[in-house]
């Protein structure tokens, strides 16, 4: 019987673990249960067994290798390749004191992006509506008969760490046609899908990055949802927050932040990067996809940590209102 030696924390509904088995080999075992919560359980995790199959056949070594998958009673598992030696990206950076070791990992992370990347399929524009409905409105919808959610609704206004802002569903109708008059690029590709900083491991002998947590739920799998992603944790900092606790009062969220040199650079970096290489239109599109990251993570949120729905909820508003002021800014009309 292989042996569980260490549970992972992580932010989903599967579990993570670190096994051995009995000829003393290493691997990691995602697992999920196939009664509850399937579709925020369940089929994401299908879709993550699958990606990970596929990828690895397609991008050799930027995926770890599944080596078994199956059923235990009313649990789903699959099995992969363990990376013993790597360290986890998000807390790599947030340590990182030097110009130097940021560099390097941002150099192989646009490497490894370039090849994910490759491959143009062309799509359509409408596709923002699909995204709309079902990664905004129905993750809202989602969360809407939930107590602690509603009674957050009746503020007309949210103090974001002393910032004002409209909550979100006040500006949703902004935020849609924001989203529908910038996405002109609709080119996909070949995505990661939750493409975030925790979700890759770094081995720093070899500068080698490893994907690991691909989703298939992302509608539009363009290149401008991956740079959105990257930047939830480099420019909102999604995993700085989400491993503390922020003081909830009425409408004022308060939660600070320590200063992390590696997040701040390495953030500059791929804003420049991002501004460099796409359009202004593209610029925003990303930006607002880095916004509907909140929202569409606000399920999961409510299933696993009711606080962190609310804190989420507040930082997407907070978000959208810098945003705005970025936008009108850059030239951009009064939506
Ligand atoms: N193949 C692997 N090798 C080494 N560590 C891993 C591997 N897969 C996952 N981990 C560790 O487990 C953590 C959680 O894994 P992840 O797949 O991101 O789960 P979740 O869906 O809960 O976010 C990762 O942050 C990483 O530290
Ligand atoms: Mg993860």
């Known amino acids: 019987m292989a042996k569980v030696i260490r ?48 990828y690895s056949a397609l991008f050799p070594g930027l995926f770890p290798r599944v080596i078994r998958f199956g059923k235990d009673n009313e649990i789903a598992y699959f099995d992969i390749e363990y990376f013993e030696s790597a360290i986890n990206a998000q807390e790599y950076i947030e340590q990182c004191q030097q110009d130097s070791e940021v560099d390097e990992f941002f150099i192989s992370l646009i490497n490894i992006m370039s090849i994910l990347h490759k491959t143009e399929i062309p799509s359509n524009a409408e596709s923002m509506e699909l995204y709309l409905n079902e990664e905004i409105e129905q993750r809202l919808k989602d969360c809407s008969k939930n107590k602690a959610f509603i009674d957050f609704l009746k503020y007309e206004e949210i103090l974001f760490n002393g910032t004002k802002a409209k909550p979100f569903l006040s500006v949703l109708d902004e935020y849609k046609i924001l989203c529908k008059q910038c996405y002109v690029s609709p080119t996909e590709t070949f995505t990661h899908g939750n493409i975030t ?44 927050y989400n491993c503390r606790n922020a003081t909830v009062v009425d409408n004022k969220i308060v939660l600070t932040l320590p200063k992390s040199f590696g997040i701040e650079y390495l953030n500059e970096k791929i804003l420049q990067h991002i501004r460099n290489t796409y ?19 606000l399920p999961f949120k409510m299933a696993v940590d009711e606080s962190k729905m ?18 009108i800014a850059l030239g951009g009309s009064e939506i």
């Open 310 to 327: 609310i804190f989420f909820y507040g930082l997407a508003s907070y978000l959208f209102e810098l945003l705005r002021e970025e936008y």
């Open 7 to 54: 549970t992972y924390k992580g932010g989903s509904l599967s579990a993570t673990c670190l096994m051995r088995n009995e000829d003393g080999k290493l691997f990691v075992r995602k697992s999920v249960s196939l009664i509850e919560n399937r579709e925020y359980g369940f089929q994401r995790w299908y879709s993550q067994l699958k990606r990970l199959q596929r």
């Open 279 to 297: 359009s202004q239109n593209d610029y925003i599109v990303v930006r607002l996809l880095e916004i509907s990251q909140f929202i569409r993570m």
């Open 197 to 240: 900083l925790e979700n890759m491991l770094y081995v720093v002998g070899e500068k080698r990055i490893i994907l690991i947590d691909p989703y298939e739920e992302n509608i539009i799998d363009s290149v401008l949802a991956e740079y959105s992603q990257l930047l939830q944790s480099t420019n909102s900092k999604y995993e700085m």
